[in-house]
């Protein structure tokens, strides 16, 4: 009987063990659907970001003519973005500006995002063409409200995105240093433009490396090339203008140091445009631009460019101050700026512009 009785305990308490072998052994598989379906969440969750402006803007006479503007309040920019995967390796990005004057101006960023390089991103759609620093940055990230002569002009083609294929990203080269390449082959009609108007594709590039060589210093350097072809619209006139392709080359060099106590930038671009392409008949440009921020421990201080472009003798200088380093919630810039070209110069522009993002 005793016997029996071992017997029997010890079934039981084998049993038991089996038991409690089997329920760690569900919890198991129970964590880890938990943890495949939280990182599948992950990767399906949608993202939504964007950005408001909103601005004063006055003119004062500068060239002593008693005509100046009408001073007003718009919306400088109206962005909303969503952003997301919807697998591993395939993602998307819309972006819309609904404040735009025009239909096709609504749409901003739009495309399929394909992770199959490491570190690298290829882009399928509409997206910002890579050519120097500040074209590449986005207006609420900028210390000046309004962007250089260089950028609006050498540094983009007719407008600052266009429809086509990217390749972005960045590989670790050491704990420091990290290099950074992007590349677009796109349609070079202009963002929104669906039918391809000109004869070549366009091809624009930036490479460059960055180093943060202490917790307070980053710096930034690259170069910057592009060619294609564009025809600028059609001009009702009158007289009305036919449009004409224009071949074009770009090249350029930026460089840019962030420290804690300013922010220190330096872009300069050169290109040829032929006109009519094919003719032979080629004119050269070139424009540059230096921009310096101080920093204080208020997140505040004063800001100072000078840009130039050698196209109608066209230079500017801005002087103002910001509250909110790029990258803030909360950012408020006022600044003053004073034109001149080969006509003289024009009435100087004082804007003032608060930014909140989200």
């Known amino acids: 009987m005793r016997r029996l009785i071992l017997v029997l305990v010890a079934l039981l308490f084998a049993g038991g063990a089996a038991f409690a072998e089997t329920d760690e052994r569900r919890d198991e598989r129970e964590d880890e659907k ?34 100046v503007e009408p001073d007003f309040f718009r919306l400088g920019k109206v962005v909303v ?42 882009r399928l759609g509409q997206q910002k063409t890579p050519f120097g620093y500040e074209n590449w940055q986005s207006t609420v990230e900028l210390y000046t409200i309004t962007r250089s002569e260089l950028s609006e002009g050498l540094g983009r083609g007719l407008t600052h995105r266009d429809i086509g294929i990217g390749l972005v ?21 202009g963002f929104g433009v669906q039918a391809d108007t000109t004869e070549l594709k366009n091809v624009w590039a930036r490479a460059g490396v960055r180093g943060e060589l202490r917790e307070d210093l980053v710096i930034h350097a690259g170069l910057s090339g592009a060619i294609g072809d564009q ?22 060099a930026d460089l840019e140091v962030d420290h804690r106590w300013v922010f220190f930038s330096a872009e300069y671009a050169m290109g040829s445009d032929e006109a009519p392409a094919e003719s032979g ?17 208020w997140h505040a201080g004063p800001v100072i460019r000078y840009d130039a ?27 003053y700026e004073r034109f001149e070209d080969e006509a003289g110069v024009h009435d100087g522009r004082l804007t003032a512009v608060g930014i909140v993002v989200f």
């Open 309 to 335: 472009a050698d196209l109608e003798e066209f230079s500017r200088i801005t002087v103002g101050g910001y509250w909110g380093e790029p990258g803030a919630r909360v950012r408020a810039i006022a600044h």
């Open 169 to 189: 990203g960045k590989v670790q080269i050491n704990d420091c240093w990290r290099f950074e390449d992007a590349i677009a082959v796109v349609n070079g009609a």
């Open 81 to 122: 973005r969503v952003k997301g995967r919807v697998e591993e390796r395939v993602g998307y990005t819309v972006e819309i500006d609904p404040r735009s004057p025009t239909l096709a101006g609504v749409m901003r960023d739009a495309y399929i995002s394909l992770h199959l390089i490491p570190g690298h991103q290829i």
């Open 281 to 297: 008949m080629s004119e050269s440009s070139m424009a540059y631009s230096i921009t310096l921020a101080g920093k204080t421990p």
């Open 34 to 67: 938990k943890a495949k379906k939280k990182a599948k969440n992950k990767r399906h969750k949608v993202k939504v970001s964007g950005g408001l402006t909103a601005l004063y803007k006055l003119r004062i006479d500068g060239n002593d003519d008693g005509v």
């Open 231 to 252: 025809k600028e619209p059609d001009d009702p006139g009158p007289p009305p203008v036919p449009a004409e392709r224009v071949k074009f080359r770009r090249v350029g």
